[in-house]
């Protein structure tokens, strides 16, 4: 440490300690003509290195590669680590979820009806087909997996979790079937359940959901209560 005093009055004197600007407060100074060229005496220079990070199969997101000793070194303290945390960079087809993949797969109600074969590229670049067979229905939203194609399990890389597949059902746009073919297609489906009408009923229509609807009942719903809370009338006569 340096330590000045001034006078700052009659009797009066102020103390103040620094770091030594000679050594830097290590307590030791080098001659001039003893110094390093590259750091100048103060034992510390800065330098690049390239590091090679190894990722094993199947370790995940947010764990860490240390390397130790690869840090910043002080004369007199240990050497720190550099560490390295993995983040897990989202994919296009594929969503992970532990040691399990998943993936949305749309399909046609022809397919979904009759079976369908369906090729998939995998991560580790394999192409395989997954195979509905005819009579086995596929509805919307139903979920099936494979096993063993799933993410490597972590330290166990000839192991693997499942492929989670949902399955989104197209259905053909209205208009789509003729009368006849409607007629012939309602005989192959199962039958529909009758519905025995009677004089209490009441019959309602259909309509496609429109949230704008709702929206629009809630605007003329408040400005009704406001014309009762706060009738508009003409001009009101002055009386005297």
Aim: a negative charge; aromatic letters at 4%.
């Amino acid at each position: 440490m340096q330590v000045r005093i001034h006078q700052i009055g009659p009797r009066m004197v102020e103390q103040i300690q620094s770091v030594c600007m000679e050594c830097g407060g290590h307590g030791e100074q080098i001659s001039p003509k003893d110094r390093c060229k590259s750091c100048n005496g103060r034992k510390i220079v800065r330098e690049e290195k390239i590091l090679e990070v190894h990722t094993d199969k199947g370790m995940k997101d947010g764990q860490k590669i240390t390397f130790h000793g690869e840090g910043d070194q002080e004369p007199g303290l240990e050497s720190g680590d550099i560490i390295i945390v993995l983040d897990k960079k989202d994919h296009a087809v594929f969503t992970a979820g532990g040691e399990d993949l998943s993936l949305c797969m749309d399909k046609q109600l022809v397919e979904a009806l009759c079976g369908f074969q369906r090729p998939i590229s995998t991560l580790d670049n394999r192409t395989i087909v997954i195979t509905s067979h005819p009579g086995l229905i596929v509805k919307h939203g139903d979920i099936k997996c494979m096993l063993n194609e799933g993410m490597p399990i972590y330290r166990r890389p000839h192991e693997k979790g499942r492929l989670m597949i949902e399955f989104k059902v197209n259905f053909p746009e209205n208009g789509f079937f003729s009368p006849d073919k409607l007629s012939l297609l309602g005989k192959l489906l199962p039958e529909r359940k009758e519905v025995e009408e009677t004089d209490e009923m009441d019959q309602v229509e259909l309509v496609d959901f429109d949230s704008s609807q709702e929206r629009w009942r809630c605007y003329n719903g408040e400005a009704y209560e406001g014309d009762d809370h706060h009738p508009q009338g003409g001009v009101q006569c002055q009386t005297s």
